[in-house]
């Protein structure tokens, strides 16, 4: 059941992506399915109301009337367009996710009545209908071994950061939650799936040169090559893991899908 409005993810009218920040929520004839609910539990860091309909406007002013809400471990939502005078919290106040804070509106920068629906993370913009219906995950980690610095440092999910070191031969993965396996070189064979670092997905002192992560994108760092594209799904076809197989693998980078 989608969080912020009844039936949200099948209401979704523009996506995110291709510069859109968030994504939007279409208006419903019934006045009941166009209440806007906080997320989950929460503290609210902005509220605006008042504003009307301002087509044209730029930055803050094109949200119209707004709530933003942090939700601590780095997560933080916005709800905008909301109708005038309906905003129902102030900066300050705890909410939870039963808690009402507008209605669907066409305030600000709009072409029509609809919900502009945003997630941050770190500060970052990230995909909101992954979250439409479940709650916001703790921040997750990854870290590969490799035979000079052993374990790399961990490193986190959706960061710009990579994991291992240009050079140096990979030959196991730790991947927090999710569904992980990697092809082993010298036994030119897939390894068995691991979870949420009940173990690691490797023979230690063998090279890696293939990768399979369940629920995620994920792209390698080939030894004395570069960076191979972003794989987004787990198949026994070529586009179904991510590497070359004889070709030794030294970096690997994670995204949220």
């Known amino acids: 059941m989608s969080r912020i409005v009844k039936d949200s ?25 166009n ?10 860091i902005v509220a605006v109301d008042g ?3 301002n087509r044209g406007s730029s930055g803050m002013e094109s949200y119209g009337n707004y709530v933003d809400i942090d939700h601590g471990n780095g997560f933080r939502t ?3 367009h909301l109708r005038k005078n309906t905003v129902s919290v102030k900066a300050g106040d705890k909410v939870t996710g039963d808690t009402q804070i507008g209605i669907i509106g066409e305030s600000g920068n709009v072409t029509g009545r609809h919900l502009h629906f945003e997630v941050f993370h770190n500060n970052k913009r990230v995909n909101p209908a992954t979250y439409l219906d479940k ?20 490193v986190t999910v959706g960061s ?6 240009f050079g140096i031969a990979i030959d196991a993965l730790f991947v927090d939650r ?24 490797g023979n230690l002192g063998n090279p890696i040169d293939g990768v399979q992560i369940e629920g995620v994108a994920y792209r390698v760092h080939l030894k ?7 794989i987004n799904r787990v198949d026994n076809t070529p586009n179904g893991y991510a590497g070359i197989y004889g070709r030794e693998i030294d970096a690997i980078q994670i995204k949220p899908l």
Do not use: C
């Open 78 to 80: 916005r709800y905008a």
């Open 135 to 154: 709650e916001f995950e703790s921040i997750l980690k990854y870290q590969v071994h490799d035979g000079v610095y052993k374990w790399n440092p961990n």
């Open 51 to 53: 504003k009307n309909e």
């Open 178 to 201: 999710y569904r992980t396996r990697v092809h082993d070189m010298k036994k030119n064979t897939w390894l068995p799936w691991v979870e949420n670092r009940n173990d690691y997905a």
């Open 224 to 230: 004395n090559g570069g960076w191979l594209s972003w």
């Open 35 to 44: 209440r806007v609910f906080a997320h989950s539990s929460g503290t609210v």
């Open 9 to 33: 993810e099948k209401r979704i009218t523009q996506s995110f992506g291709n510069n859109h920040t968030g994504i939007d929520i279409g208006w419903r004839a019934d006045e009941n399915q």
């Open 160 to 165: 710009s950061e990579y994991a291992g070191n």
